[in-house]
């Protein structure tokens, strides 16, 4: 895919217009942390300032800030194509930002693009244009998914499977944690002590189910309680069902935390009742802390939880079924460890940090990474 000098570095601009960190920046903050330095170097463009431009400044990233004012800006567009010829990459990773690739590729630029959205008949967007999706692809000439199950719906969308990658985001392993720091985790959230603690983290929007969630959790004894963190339009909304469905402080919300795996390390399970997930990385991150994980079994989650051995699968939508599930972790501290046990040792295997970093590194280079 590259045309470089031998031993010339490949140089990757990567275009996002995240501010606040989410799954698909903290993929990009993990590629930049294992990348092969000596043959590739990492250049961000972003359209404004936040704690994911934070994260970038503190790792010394080469970063570039193209403020857009509505979609179609033209001095921010043109802007871009400026920045394009005086830094000549060798591949533009768009991770969002269609126009952006348009732009690159009409200038003869590769482009790389990362698809995270799935539609599927639980969750479906407004806007389901197949033409539109096979128009734009026009522009791109290698495109990274989370998940088999990504790949799949693109398929069957009329995608070209070769140019499609599946490449499974990386976690870090988890740092030792004493039992003290774990209670006092605890503790600063306001939590009970010896209540058995299930963990959400995410956006609080519909296709996330935290009302399926909160559902659950009345149906369950008052020793089981709920730390929901995150930020998003539903917040008051949920907070509201919590409070009519009786739950008071065993559900609490904390709004957006940069400690979730702290949180998710003081809990003794972690919850992902989502309608849609190409494959979350927060389910990553509780089996790297070694927690099992009750997760609706949709797109990519089943690629990553083994039912009955990392975590156990629900249907999403199903409160009587989540309920269940969490019902029979509380029950069994020993399931508990050994479900842990074992997502941990998966999630450092098929999901090691440098695994994902030389996969999207041969992507760059147009190689087969051998996940597909």
Known sequence: MTRKKKDQKTRV?????????AGTERALLMLLDHTDRSRFEHMVVCRGNG??????????????????????DPIALARFAALLVGLRPNVVHIHFGRLEAIIAHLMGFP??????????????PMLNFRAVDRLLNRFVDASITPSAA??????DRGYDPQALHVVYNGVE????RSRETVAEKRNELGLPAGGFLVAFAGRLMPEKGVDVLLSALAQLPEQICCVLMGEGPCREMYQQHAEQLGLGRRAVFTGYRNDVR??????DAVAVPSY?????????????????????AVEGTPEAVEDGVTGILVPPGDAAALAESIATLAADHEVVRRMGAEGRNAALGRHSPERMARQTENIYGYQPCGTT
């Open 13 to 21: 601009l990567h275009v996002t217009a995240a501010r606040r960190l």
């Open 276 to 296: 849609s997930e190409p494959l979350a990385n927060v389910t990553l991150e509780a089996m790297a802390e070694g927690k099992p994980v009750v997760a609706t």
């Open 111 to 124: 482009v790389v693009e990362r698809k995270n959205v799935c539609r599927n008949r639980y969750y479906r």
């Open 150 to 155: 990504v790949k799949s719906h693109y398929v």
């Open 51 to 72: 704690s994911f431009q934070d994260e970038l400044a503190r790792r010394g990233a080469r970063m570039f800030t193209i403020r857009r004012f509505g979609r179609l």
């Open 173 to 176: 392993p988890a740092p030792p």
């Open 262 to 267: 702290e949180v998710f390390a003081c809990a």
